[in-house]
């Protein structure tokens, strides 16, 4: 099932689901809109193979920067790691579905599917595949809406006893080696 703008006004005012920072226009008739943080990470080009399997020296496949109020522009095709200005707090029993503001998927920019798992704490770390056109964005400028999914029940192991991210606040880059 999935919460309606009441639902999650509940979950907040209970204190059973946590964003911070926190204005009451973020909350939307089936989600939450979060906003642009300051850090990003740009892809680089290179031809230097990544193995996932092993520890590697990820600043070969990352620049890492933080945007000042002109932001940054998103390269054709670029690919960029974004995060949210929000830190939230999950419950046992709430999943989340982020999806790309419908403003930007129609200047061409693109986000992979992502879940934020029942019992997830920090910034959201995301994706965004450039247009065929340079795109300028900026941080607390709303990008994303987070769709809360209520599951059937608390889940019995939720993401803060093995998850990489828990806690992370802004952009933290793959954990390797990538093993179950």
Same mark, same amino acid.
């Given at each position: 099932m999935i919460l309606s703008d009441g639902g999650i006004k509940s979950y907040l005012r209970r204190g059973l689901m946590k964003i911070e920072?926190?204005?009451?226009?973020?909350v939307r008739?089936?989600?939450?809109?979060?906003?642009?943080?300051?850090? !990003?990470?740009?892809?680089?080009n290179?031809? *230097?193979?990544?193995? /996932?399997? $092993?520890?590697?020296?990820l600043?070969? !496949?990352?620049?890492l920067g933080f945007?000042? *109020?002109?932001?940054? /522009?998103? $390269?054709p095709y670029e690919h960029v790691l974004l995060h949210?200005?929000?830190?939230?707090?999950m419950?046992?029993?709430?999943?989340?579905?982020?999806?790309?503001?419908?403003s930007f998927a129609r200047l061409g920019l693109y986000i992979p599917p992502t879940v934020v798992d029942a019992g997830f704490k920090g910034e959201i770390v995301i994706e965004i595949i450039g247009s065929s056109f340079p795109v300028r964005v900026r941080p607390?400028?709303?990008f994303i809406h987070l769709v809360f999914l209520r599951t059937d029940s608390p889940v019995l192991r939720d993401y803060s006893v093995r998850g990489h991210y828990q806690g992370q606040r802004g952009i933290r880059l793959p954990k390797l080696p990538i093993k179950l």
């Open positions: 920072p926190f204005d009451e226009n973020q008739e089936n989600g939450v809109d979060l906003t642009i943080g300051h850090q !990003y990470a740009r892809f680089k290179t031809e *230097d193979v990544l193995d /996932v399997t $092993k520890e590697e020296d600043s070969k !496949y990352y620049e945007m000042d *109020d002109e932001g940054i /522009v998103i $390269k949210t200005r929000e830190y939230i707090e419950p046992a029993d709430l999943v989340g579905l982020v999806n790309l503001k419908s607390g400028v709303p």
